[in-house]
């Protein structure tokens, strides 16, 4: 199905420079995200409504969520879980509408939400604990780390391939599932499978920023946590 031409195509395309369809609908959607915010902080009253409303019931559920597992510490970085997670659903939850993409079926957004995770986790035990934060990867008993240190790397290296191939794997056969329905039977067979995603849309950008609280959460715990 041919996602639709939006204003982006066509302003590159007069230039000969092409855009892939994945990376024009993360710049909508994040267009789309500051709009909305936009919307919601322009009348911020005591008694929220509104989009407000809205945007506080989201925020606000996350925010004890991520607080829950890292600690008063975690409200520091909650703006980096908030935005990922209104970002990763809305990729999602746009590959509903016909003819649109989710960037998060494909696999260099995915990547690089991962990326990031995995940059700002570790930026995040630099900071908190400076040189010592080598000791994460040493394990708890000394004479054990020649044997912990590359069991540990794997560990940390594997993370944004895991984050980012469940992220892709779950969208892309989710939107090609839809796509296959809505093709042999257009109108009334699509729609449970529709309802399904939009629960998964929003269960795959929770487990995503869930999984993200847990490490940076590691990242950041003191060492006599481990």
Known sequence: MEHPILFLDLLFGSFGIHIPPHVTYTWMIILILAGLGLLASRSISLVPKGAQNVFELIIGGLEDFMVEITGEEGRAFFPFIASFFLFIMFCNLIGLLPGFLSPTSNINTTLSLALCTFVYTHYLGIKYHGAKYIKHFLGPIPALAPLMIPIELISHFSRPVSLSIRLFSNIFAEDVLIVVIASIIPYLLPLP??????????????????????????????????
């Not at 849309?201 to 999984?211: D, E, K, N």
């Not at 609280?213 to 715990?221: D, K, L």
Request: glycine share 2%; charged share 10%; net charge negative.
């Open 193 to 226: 499978f529709m309802a399904l995603s939009l629960f998964t849309a929003f269960l795959q950008a929770f487990v995503f920023v869930l999984l993200a609280c847990i490490y940076i959460a590691g990242a950041v715990a003191h060492e006599e946590d481990h």
